[in-house]
């Protein structure tokens, strides 16, 4: 499989009541199979950029191709892009209703795009899902409050696998997990990716998860990508002032090291 699965064009918005963008002028694409990740500080616009490429915002200017579909060219477009494209949100204690159980969470997707309806098929479906990430069908009747933060991340991560989706954005979607359920949901990341050959674009803060699961990234700053490449590229070789001081803000163990980094910087 081969060509673009996303390609974002020029998308910029700026909020009521602020003057600068959030977005400024942001161009990417992420290559069918794929993982592209985006980093940078908290406010640089990474979540925003997220919920325009999603279609949870609308943009001030610049369009979204999701294989080929426009999201601003209509119900249809927009319906055929969320066959392809599905979002992990940050927080899963949010982003999953509580009055909800696990077999309506997950099996949701299904019934909004008429992929199944009986109550069976969707609990059959909602099992399969729940396996593939880890988790068993008896938890089909619980609410996911009886559930651990990692558990829950799972849950959300089965719903939006529910429509067979080729592209996931992903938006911060371990960074309220602790360190150990960090690296356990990641290498599911890396299952899935194996296994569906699913595209990402995961956004992080975190530079050594985005090093860890992304083949490219990309950095923002106060709206704008200011580098993009290839992982190595990028971590071993920055361009930008901007990346070098985010990478020389990772705390190492080796004092020497940090002094190096400092010094990269400083030049």
């Known amino acids: 499989m081969t060509g673009d699965l996303l390609v974002v ?3 910029t918005k700026t909020f009521r009541g602020r003057s600068a963008p959030a977005v400024d002028d942001v161009s990417f694409t992420v290559p069918a199979g794929a993982c592209l990740g985006l980093v940078g500080e908290s406010g640089s616009g990474k979540s925003t950029t997220a919920r325009l490429v999603n279609g949870l915002l609308q943009p001030d200017a610049g369009r979204v191709l999701v294989d080929g579909h426009d999201l601003a ?3 249809d477009q927009v319906r055929g892009a969320r066959r392809v494209m599905q979002m992990v949100f940050q927080d899963p204690y949010s982003s999953l209703d509580p009055r909800m159980t ?3 969470l997950v099996g949701e997707p299904l019934v909004v795009h008429r992929v199944a309806r009986s109550r069976a098929k969707l609990r059959a479906a909602a099992a399969e ?3 593939t990430v880890g988790m068993g ?3 089909l009747d619980r609410h996911p409050q009886s559930f651990s933060g990692g558990q829950r991340q799972r849950i959300a991560i089965a719903r939006a696998l529910a429509v ?3 592209l996931l954005v992903c938006d911060e979607p371990v960074s309220s997990l602790d360190v150990s359920v960090q690296a356990q949901v990641l290498n599911l ?3 899935l990716r194996g296994r569906f050959g699913l595209s990402l674009l995961f956004i992080a803060h975190d530079l050594a998860v985005v090093r860890y699961l992304c083949e490219r990234v990309a950095v923002m700053e106060q709206g704008r990508i200011v580098e993009i490449g290839d992982r190595d590229q990028v971590y071993e070789h920055p361009q930008h002032p901007y990346t070098r ?4 803000a990772v705390p190492v163990p080796d004092p020497a090291v940090a002094r190096e980094r400092l010094r990269a910087v400083a030049t």
Do not use: H, I
């Open 73 to 75: 060219g209509g119900r």
């Open 164 to 166: 067979r989706p080729r």
């Open 245 to 248: 001081s985010l990478l020389a």
């Open 9 to 11: 064009q020029g998308l």
């Open 189 to 191: 990341f890396n299952e």
């Open 129 to 131: 899902l729940l396996e």
């Open 102 to 104: 696990v077999a309506q």
């Open 137 to 139: 069908g008896t938890d």
